[in-house]
């Protein structure tokens, strides 16, 4: 074994970085025998340098990110700050000064991915992100590697433990959403500012990236078709238990049956009960992946926190000190398909509708007749009168969401039809 030991430049301490840092000295002696030489915490960049950071030599703490990344002696560079800047300035100095780079940063590698992947590639250094998407949950690595020599068709995740912790929540004891979230917040499931969670950025950022690797494709997060799950109601799981399914904030990350492109989304979907996906309980994350010759797989674990989270960038860090002594590089961005990605518009689904209509003779054919004008065939039409009005629940066959969605417009221009209760996709069928 080299005595040697390599550098590790920690670029933020807080929930994920502290974990790494104990984890990095509690299993020393095991790194380093995994590794092939002894791995160095070098320097510990963070914002508030007079924090007390239990196991961290105070002299290892700087608030000066950019001198530790250029200090020319690193071999790698572990970026849990998160956020775009600094993090991407730093990432970039870093390759150019001649460190590999871990980074457990969604939203940066969901923006500017591509970028990044290229002052790796031109530095010849490593860019490695497990972390990123679902937390422990190896996933990056069996895409990029495991199913390297495979065709991967269809990802379909819950990839944010915040809103499934809320919809387990609302599913099992039939709260509504701010009770769900108001309690998630309360145990620390939720922040403060639920936003990029509840609206489904944080999910969509992780599709973007899981969708790049699956399908060797470029997917910007801008690609990514986004619903939150605000408005999912008590009444919404009401239905989804009637037809056997439950409710959960999915990523759909999806090649079109002809091969030709490839859509990537988040928006919450019916699952049926007997879906492995809808036994993910509480804050885990699964995902379940089908490809050509494996078939079908499932990935599932805790999505988030401190030690889940480090484990995988400690995964990472043992791979990208291998490849540094070896002198080789893992393999960077595969984007060689570069199929196009398409708009909601393209995707083909089932769709469960609540109608509010008139409790009247004729509405139910005038309804029909509207599916079947858009081309949207009903497998199955449920009806409920009272008091003169009636709620009409129709659940379709396999349907572009751009049919749906003429459909829906005419629907509502029908005297008959009082609202639209709801929409929601049917997934997993
Ligand atoms: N937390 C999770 O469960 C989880 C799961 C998966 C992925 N991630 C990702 O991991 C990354 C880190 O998340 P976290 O939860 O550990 O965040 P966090 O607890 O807020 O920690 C951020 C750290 O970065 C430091 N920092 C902030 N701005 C800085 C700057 N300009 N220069 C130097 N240091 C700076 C902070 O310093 P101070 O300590 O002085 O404030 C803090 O130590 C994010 O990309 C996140 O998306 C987190």
Do not use: W
Not at 64 to 84: N, P, Q
Not at 118 to 128: F, G, K, P
Not at 136 to 163: C, F, H, M, Q, Y
Not at 197 to 211: Q, R, S, T, W, Y
């Amino acid at each position: 074994m080299r005595t040697r030991p390599l550098k590790v430049a920690l670029l933020g301490c807080g929930v994920v970085g502290s974990e790494v840092a104990r984890i990095m000295t509690t299993h020393a002696d095991d790194l380093a025998a995994r590794i092939g030489a002894p791995v160095e915490l070098a320097g510990v960049a963070v914002r508030r340098p007079s924090r007390v950071r239990e196991g961290i030599d105070p002299a290892l703490v700087t608030t000066d990110a950019t001198a530790l990344v250029k200090r020319g002696d690193i071999d790698v560079v572990v970026e849990v700050i998160g956020g775009i800047e600094p993090a991407r300035s730093l990432i970039t100095t870093a390759f150019e000064h001649g460190a590999s780079v871990v980074s457990a940063n969604k939203a940066l590698l969901a923006q500017d991915g591509a970028a990044l992947h290229a002052v790796a590639e031109e530095n010849n250094r490593d860019l490695y992100y497990e972390a990123a998407v679902a937390g422990a949950i190896p996933l990056i690595r069996p895409l990029r590697e495991s199913l390297a020599g495979d065709k991967v068709n269809r990802v379909l995740g819950i990839v944010n433990g915040t809103t499934n912790f809320i919809l387990d929540k609302m599913d099992s004891t039939g709260a509504g959403y701010q009770e769900a979230l108001d309690e998630a917040t309360a145990l620390g499931y939720a922040e403060a500012d639920p936003t990029a969670d509840v609206e489904g950025f944080d999910a969509a950022a992780k599709a973007a990236i899981l969708a790049g690797i699956a399908f060797h494709t470029r997917v910007r997060l801008d690609d990514v078709y986004r619903e939150g799950m605000t408005e999912v109601t008590a009444a919404d799981f009401a239905s989804a238990r009637e037809m056997g399914c439950t409710i959960k904030l999915l990523a759909i990350c999806e090649r079109a049956e002809d091969g030709g492109s490839v859509t990537a989304r988040v928006h919450p979907a019916m699952i049926p009960l007997t879906h492995p996906l809808a036994s993910v309980r509480g804050a885990y994350n699964a995902v379940f992946v089908e490809s050509d010759a494996s078939g079908q797989l499932m990935f599932y674990g805790p999505g988030a926190g401190g030690a889940p989270t480090a484990s995988a960038v400690l995964g990472d860090l043992v791979a990208v000190c291998r490849n540094r002594l070896s002198g080789a590089t893992g393999p960077g961005e595969s984007s060689y398909a570069a199929l196009p990605v398409s708009g909601m518009g393209a995707v083909v689904t089932r769709y469960h509708i609540s109608l509010d209509v008139a409790d009247k003779p004729g509405v139910l054919a005038q309804v029909a007749t509207v599916f079947a004008e858009h081309g949207v065939s009903i497998d199955t039409v449920r009806q409920q009168g009272k008091d003169g009005e009636a709620s009409l629940v129709v659940v379709t066959h396999r349907a572009s969401d751009a049919a749906l969605g003429g459909t829906v417009e005419a629907l509502r221009k029908l005297d008959t039809v009082r609202g639209v209760a709801s929409i929601m996709r049917v997934e997993g069928e």
